[in-house]
């Protein structure tokens, strides 16, 4: 289905497998998705991904559940299914409940209805919002 | 600018300006942004998108200032100038910090990268992922 | 302001200013408007792109005023500041009434919205939906 | 396949099975889509969705017809791929004929080309367009 | 799945069997994919879709390879799962080695993160770039 | 017009003068674009996406020009106005004739507009395109 077939670790190289092994151990888990595994043809690509999401989405400013549900914003916006399963079970994964599960669809819903009407309209920015 | 004029106090109907005023009471300014302004050409319309703002962006589950990044995360993926100035500037009026504000930038260039990444390999969800 | 600079009639190519004709004769005004004034440096391409619309927006099985409608939903869902005033403005020398274009605003949002949501559920096709 | 469980009436709470019930009453079907049964989880998002399509899809100064063609011109704009099916479905419903459909797509794919077209040309808006 | 049935060469009409006939000759292959059958209800638009397609994807200024990148990179941007599969396999039809395949991906996703922090930034336009 | 202001050299950080340092000494050139500057608030994501940028945009498989008409395509399709002038520029230094720019619009436009039509049909991904 996928562009690329998806590398097992038989099939990986060995730079691919060590990227997977830190993948297992910063997760915590022996299960490498899909993603990593289509990215594994091209190790340097796979490499600076994983080491750049590791970066942002770890530990800040902002809590890591909170990161998560903006990853689902960005990528409900932008009709990304795989992310939008991935990156909500990883928002599951970090404490995200039901309710919250809800507020933030209904947050979503309410921009892409907004971002709408106001491009429709095109409403020009105010003087007092410019930075 | 706009695709209709914007409206003051001065031209709006009784309707609208019922809005108007629950818009600043709720907000505790005598400023209403230019989007109900273009909005008010339409009190129904108007009305049901304020109504209906309030509620979702209001206190719940989720952190009101979570709410206005995941509003700008939205807004941003569909390039919406206006939605991301007065969401950014909500957030600031509901204390995001310029580090929060830094870390939210590069969550969102994140996840546009690899939404990319992912929809040019066509990755088949895992069914991990699945409910 | 554009990435090319838009060309006057002075300016033009005689294949050009056969085409600026064109699209005066058959909306019957001299004005010709940017857009075209941006292509006009590849002859064919302005060419080929008036052709086409001439035949997709003329009268069929859907209303002209119809069309301009649809026009500016793809417009306004794609983030086309350009298209959105010049395919607003084409609906109301159409005939589009304040109340019909306050209508098309609020479907618009509408379908964004849900978009929003359902593509954040990732919600399955119905059979009874299919072809 | 959704990222939540589809609720059938067994399943649901009251509040949602009031909800069903109009949607059942309104439609004049017995069937409830998938979009209902995964909104399901949350009665206060699922009413106040439904009772604002309601308003919004209904009749006004715009033909029902024309509403579910506009919003399947968003739907697709936007890569909604659920949106689409079920929008082209109610449209049927309503009415539109194999001619109405394909000159719909026909419009749809005008815009995108012209979208994509002035948006790499970076067009000014003529002065003209402007409310 | 589509929305329309796809027809096989028996259901079409001459005008469809005579694009098809000019789709496999252009080609040099027997097999005629999914779009066009299921353009094929509406020999109007097939046609015009197809002539132009020729037209635009042929030899020229730019390579056809390159040509084909340009469009994979499109149908990324705007989540186009059948383009992105089409068009990648056109691609490598033309050439594309799986270096060039991974450095386009790359490519894709620099411009998807910068594309999301400009517009989180909101960056003015230098006067340098405006021709 | 930022959602943060610009820094001029004299405001900014070491961290972030050594950024801009070897912006100029890369590109041979004493100016630094806006992006850079709105960025330089923030030198670790400054660092992060210029070292990146070196790297996903230098010579490699693909051709620098290349990938530049790739970027604006991709930049082009999601709106991105700033990015949409900055790489057409760039694609400019690097030798993007008249010709190519007119062919590349050309090609957004065809994809675009199938993207659009595509989408609208929910067309099945044909097995041979599968990998």
């Not at 997760?27 to 595994?37: E, K, L, P």
Request: aromatic residues 6%.
């Amino acid at each position: 289905m996928a562009t690329v077939p998806l590398l097992s670790d038989e099939e990986a190289s060995a730079e691919t497998l060590a990227v997977f092994d830190d993948i297992r151990a910063t997760r915590g888990t022996d299960y490498v998705n899909n993603f990593w595994r289509a990215l594994a043809h091209d190790p340097a690509l796979l490499r600076a991904t994983w080491e750049r999401l590791k970066v942002v989405m770890g530990p800040g400013a902002l809590d890591p559940l909170v990161k998560e549900m903006i990853y689902v914003a960005v990528s409900t916006a932008n009709g990304c299914e795989y992310c939008v399963h991935s990156h909500t079970a990883a928002a599951r994964a970090k404490g995200m409940t039901p309710a919250q599960h809800s507020e933030m669809l209904a947050v979503i819903g309410m921009a892409m209805q907004t971002n709408g009407i106001v491009t429709g309209l095109q409403v020009p920015v105010d003087d007092l919002f410019k930075a």
